[in-house]
């Protein structure tokens, strides 16, 4: 338990050495844009390629973990829809994008790749697959219009293009693909992209702490407190339906399990703006998930004796 607690310290160390510099301006302002971009065109591909490299092959059952993630943001998405529907736009747009998607490639794959083995980190990406393709345009694609009344419908040229243009999306696809299909990744290639791999965890959790955000209102809290809550039940019912049902190794369950808890998707508060939501408080509330999801999934991997 000792080495799982230890773990997961230096995991929120790092965070807080980027809440530290951010704070103290001991590093650009921007230096948290950089780095995000850095991870997501750079260290996350790699890891995605390291870690569907470490497994000989991959089940075409694996697709049913795809479909998951993309279901629970649609579910999540709609039940925001519900709660709010005879609320303001903006509370509308707050809701439906803060409920669903989970920031699985920044915050939960470093944790499952620290703690768990490569089959996990795989399940992870897998279930992001469907994740991302709401979370990095589908979510934003759906609300802008619906907040909007517009009648025109999801602009499906701009939809693809987001997707299409998504790194970490096309690279979890080609591995899927190639895993599949039994074709092994050259050893050149792996030695190559294991450093940058390893270097995934670290810049991760970095960028979080740079563009962690707490501004906590009073006129925040009790939102935020519905949103977090409504969440986390969710993701008990999700995760106790994933562990108990699907019939996937025990390593792959408990690595579903973990994801479900994950903390809100980084892009959502950015969204909520675009779509006329309050950015400021769904920034607090993408920056108290993170604490909330640290604690949850830490507990988690000492129930699941992973140390």
Not at 53 to 80: E, T
Not at 113 to 130: K, N, R
Not at 270 to 285: F, I, P, Q, R, V
Request: net charge positive; hydrophobic share 55%; charged share 10%.
């Amino acid at each position: 338990m000792g080495a799982v607690l230890l773990r997961a310290v230096s995991l929120a160390f790092i965070i807080g050495i980027g809440v530290f510099l951010k704070k103290y301006k001991l590093i650009e302002e921007n230096a948290g844009d950089v780095i995000k971009k850095i991870m997501i065109s750079i260290t996350l591909p790699a890891a995605i390629i390291a870690n569907f490299a470490a497994i000989p092959s991959i089940q075409p059952i694996f697709a049913v973990i795809a479909i998951l993630g993309m279901a629970a943001d649609i579910c999540m998405m709609g039940f925001g829809a519900f709660l709010t529907r005879k609320s303001t736009k903006d509370r509308q747009a707050l809701y439906m994008l803060t409920l669903p998607a989970y920031n699985i490639g920044t915050f939960c794959l470093p944790f499952v790749q620290s703690f768990l083995p490569a089959i996990g980190s795989v399940a992870a990406c897998v279930f992001d697959v469907g994740n991302s393709v709401i979370c990095t345009g589908g979510s934003y694609a759906f609300v802008s219009e619906y907040v909007s009344g517009s009648k025109k419908g999801i602009d499906g040229k701009k939809f693809a293009r987001r997707l299409l243009t998504s790194p970490p999306l096309m690279t979890y696809v080609v591995m899927f693909v190639l895993s599949m299909a039994h074709v092994r990744i050259p050893e050149q290639v792996l030695t190559f992209v294991s450093p940058i791999s390893a270097a995934n965890p670290f810049i991760a959790m970095l960028m979080l702490g740079l563009l962690f955000h707490l501004e906590l209102k009073m006129a925040y809290l009790s939102e935020i407190a519905k949103i977090l809550a409504w969440r986390y039940l969710f993701a008990v019912v999700l995760s106790c339906a994933i562990y108990f049902l699907l019939p996937f190794d025990q390593v792959i369950r408990q690595t579903l399990v973990l994801v479900c808890f994950g903390p809100i998707s980084a892009i959502a508060p950015a969204y909520t703006g675009m779509c006329g939501g309050d950015e400021g408080l769904a920034s607090c509330a993408n920056s108290l998930s993170i604490i909330c999801s640290m604690i949850v999934m830490t507990g988690l991997i000492g129930v699941f004796g992973l140390f």
